[in-house]
């Protein structure tokens, strides 16, 4: 029970920072990308504890890998279309 509480106060403290950055798109990803790995761990723990199956675990990584996948080449077309990656250059929001 104490690490579930623990990371998710970590989790609360990823979305903070993830909700402060204003600067570059790489950190906006990787802050994304450790708010998914929290997740994965805390969904580890609970799939476990209830039923102890890694069926929820294995959906859960599934889907981090298409989202950073997917992050990763949209962050490569942004940067090959602007020459950087400042939130503040770019003309998409």
Request: aromatic share 10%.
């Amino acid at each position: 029970m104490f690490y579930l509480t623990i990371l998710a106060l970590l989790l609360g403290f990823m979305l903070y920072l993830y909700n402060q950055t204003k600067s570059h798109y790489l950190i906006v990803l990787l802050y994304l990308e450790v708010m998914m790995l929290i997740s994965l761990m805390l969904v580890n723990i609970v799939s476990l504890m209830v039923n102890g199956s890694v069926m929820a675990f294995l959906l859960v990584m599934t889907l981090a890998v298409g989202e950073a996948a997917f992050g990763l080449g949209m962050l490569l077309s942004l940067i090959k279309l602007n020459g950087n990656d400042f939130i503040k250059s770019s003309h998409l929001i």
